[in-house]
């Protein structure tokens, strides 16, 4: 039996940390292929990946990785809970998946494997002290980690001060949940270094890559930051002045917030119609915007102690496309039945993996996206999930194509990259 390395991913660039993290998952798992499960074009805190889905993906797999599947977006720009809840689906239901390998602050799978036991079970002690900690006003993460703080102790609170650490939990309560067989396998990660064990070999974060990109002027200090195809398209991106910004999606932000405001509704009478992360206090604060800010400029107008930034940004993002909570909760409550594997990109001598995959999956692998057609199977929780797909690709388009001239292929005219 084949074994097959599974990884969650944003590669927002693909840099020399994530190949160094494919090479390794390899490595630990003794696996014969990887496959990386990745965010389309909007990222898990609500923003505009630098480049498309389908450039991140070749760079990825020129690299080593042997097929990329996209996150849908509904999963993709969720919570910690949402993005791990798709990712971990998705590659259960492939039915040949053996292990996630995943970085984490803490590589002691131990204690690791003990609080994701905790949190999958959430006892009545645990369940009481964090319902009052989040009716004291603290937002679910700080409220959790009192929480656990109080419950388990400091060794335990600690692990959930960083963010990959907490997304390292959700994976595996996500697999304990579906009393997965996939096997999680933890690489350490330091700082803001992927696994930096040994700084000569010139990781470099994404979020600096980003930084770097929009206030430096020279690309080429990067060149050794990144693989040869990253670099090739991030000096297409710095040389044509196209790099995106969320603040691309102010005018659209205005608008809905406009037609929210037209409305007069109470919040009660349209919850369902609004995305999950926008609560009542939120919506109530949108309405009270009273003149045109920046995308930016609109985070910062609602923030507060209750609402990570990362929430706001998605709900603004979700408000722009109509994600309501009705369609959230189609997909979620028929989650079997919602999602599908659609490959961004894979390599010519891994076509044993894609035939593997199709022998073996629960749900539909998508090679051609024209030819996946949901609502004619009258399969209306996958439509709901595709028609979010196609939609975000239309708006990450339009503002390609708007601000920069980039024409790009819309969802359903796009092809798989073989590498």
Same mark, same amino acid.
């Given at each position: 039996?084949?074994?097959?390395?599974?990884?969650?991913?944003?590669?927002?660039?693909?840099?020399?940390?994530?190949?160094?993290?494919?090479?390794?998952?390899?490595?630990?798992?003794?696996?014969?292929?990887?496959?990386?499960?990745?965010?389309?074009?909007?990222?898990?805190?609500?923003?505009?990946?630098?480049?498309?889905?389908?450039?991140?993906?070749?760079?990825?797999?020129?690299?080593?990785?042997?097929?990329?599947?996209?996150?849908?977006?509904?999963?993709?720009?969720?919570?910690?809970?949402?993005?791990?809840?798709?990712? !971990?689906?998705?590659?259960?239901?492939?039915? %040949?998946?053996?292990?996630?390998?995943?970085?984490?602050?803490?590589?002691?799978?131990?204690?690791?494997?003990? /609080?994701?036991?905790?949190?999958?079970?959430?006892?009545?002690?645990?369940?009481?002290?964090?319902?009052?900690?989040?009716?004291?006003?603290? %937002?679910?993460?700080?409220?959790?980690?009192?929480?656990?703080?109080?419950?388990?102790?400091?060794?335990?609170?600690?692990?959930?001060?960083?963010?990959?650490?907490?997304? *390292? /939990?959700?994976?595996?309560?996500?697999?304990?949940?579906?009393?997965?067989?996939?096997?999680?396998?933890?690489?350490?990660? $330091? @700082?803001?270094?992927?696994?930096?064990?040994?700084?000569?070999? @010139?990781?470099?974060?994404?979020?600096?890559?980003?930084?770097?990109?929009?206030?430096?002027?020279?690309?080429?200090?990067?060149?050794? #930051?990144?693989?040869?195809?990253?670099?090739?398209?991030?000096?297409?991106?710095?040389?044509?002045? !196209? $790099?995106?910004?969320?603040?691309?999606? =102010?005018?659209?932000?205005?608008?809905? $917030?406009?037609?929210?405001? =037209?409305?007069?509704?109470?919040?009660?009478?349209?919850?369902?119609?609004?995305?999950?992360?926008?609560?009542?206090?939120?919506?109530?604060?949108?309405?009270?915007?009273?003149?045109?800010?920046?995308?930016?400029?609109?985070?910062?107008?609602?923030?507060?102690?209750?609402?990570?930034?990362?929430?706001?940004?998605? @709900?603004?993002?979700?408000?722009?496309?109509?994600?309501?909570?009705?369609?959230?909760?189609?997909?979620?409550?028929?989650?079997?039945?919602?999602?599908?594997?659609? $490959?961004?990109?894979?390599?010519?001598?891994?076509?044993?993996?894609?035939?593997?995959?199709?022998?073996?999956?629960?749900?539909?692998?998508?090679?051609?996206? *024209?030819?996946?057609?949901?609502?004619?199977?009258?399969?209306?929780? *996958? #439509?709901?999930?595709?028609?979010?797909?196609?939609?975000?690709?239309?708006?990450?388009?339009?503002?390609?194509?708007?601000?920069?001239?980039?024409?790009?292929?819309?969802?359903?005219?796009?092809?798989?990259?073989?590498?």
């Amino acid at each position: 039996m084949s074994r097959i390395a599974g990884l969650i991913t944003e590669y927002n660039p693909f840099h020399n940390g994530h190949r160094y993290h494919a090479e390794m998952a390899k490595e630990l798992t003794k696996a014969d292929y990887t496959l990386s499960i990745m965010s389309g074009n909007f990222l898990q805190r609500g923003s505009i990946a630098v480049l498309d889905k389908y450039k991140r993906a070749e760079s990825a797999v020129s690299e080593g990785v042997d097929c990329v599947i996209e996150l849908p977006f509904l999963f993709a720009t969720g919570s910690a809970d949402d993005f791990s809840f798709g990712a !971990c689906h998705i590659l259960n239901s492939l039915n %040949s998946i053996t292990h996630l390998v995943f970085g984490a602050e803490c590589d002691d799978t131990a204690k690791m494997t003990h /609080l994701a036991a905790f949190l999958t079970d959430e006892n009545d002690d645990y369940k009481t002290l964090l319902n009052e900690k989040l009716k004291s006003g603290l %937002s679910y993460p700080k409220a959790r980690e009192k929480a656990i703080d109080k419950l388990m102790g400091k060794e335990y609170s600690d692990i959930l001060l960083t963010p990959n650490n907490i997304l *390292a /939990l959700s994976y595996m309560i996500q697999l304990n949940r579906m009393n997965s067989s996939i096997k999680p396998v933890i690489i350490k990660r $330091i @700082g803001s270094y992927h696994d930096l064990r040994d700084k000569t070999r @010139g990781f470099m974060s994404a979020e600096a890559i980003r930084n770097h990109l929009n206030k430096e002027n020279d690309i080429y200090s990067l060149k050794n #930051k990144v693989p040869d195809k990253t670099f090739e398209y991030l000096c297409y991106l710095k040389e044509n002045s !196209c $790099i995106s910004n969320d603040n691309l999606l =102010s005018d659209m932000l205005y608008i809905k $917030i406009l037609e929210l405001k =037209s409305k007069n509704k109470a919040y009660e009478e349209i919850k369902d119609s609004l995305p999950v992360e926008i609560d009542k206090d939120l919506y109530n604060k949108l309405l009270n915007i009273r003149e045109y800010m920046t995308f930016d400029e609109t985070i910062e107008a609602l923030v507060s102690k209750n609402y990570t930034l990362s929430r706001i940004r998605r @709900g603004l993002l979700h408000l722009i496309l109509d994600i309501t909570r009705a369609k959230h909760k189609k997909v979620f409550d028929d989650i079997d039945n919602s999602i599908y594997a659609s $490959i961004l990109s894979f390599r010519k001598e891994s076509s044993a993996l894609l035939k593997l995959m199709k022998d073996t999956s629960d749900i539909p692998i998508i090679n051609k996206r *024209a030819d996946f057609n949901p609502a004619k199977e009258e399969n209306f929780s *996958a #439509k709901v999930l595709r028609d979010m797909d196609i939609t975000s690709t239309d708006l990450y388009n339009y503002i390609m194509k708007k601000n920069f001239g980039i024409t790009l292929p819309s969802e359903l005219s796009s092809n798989i990259k073989i590498v």
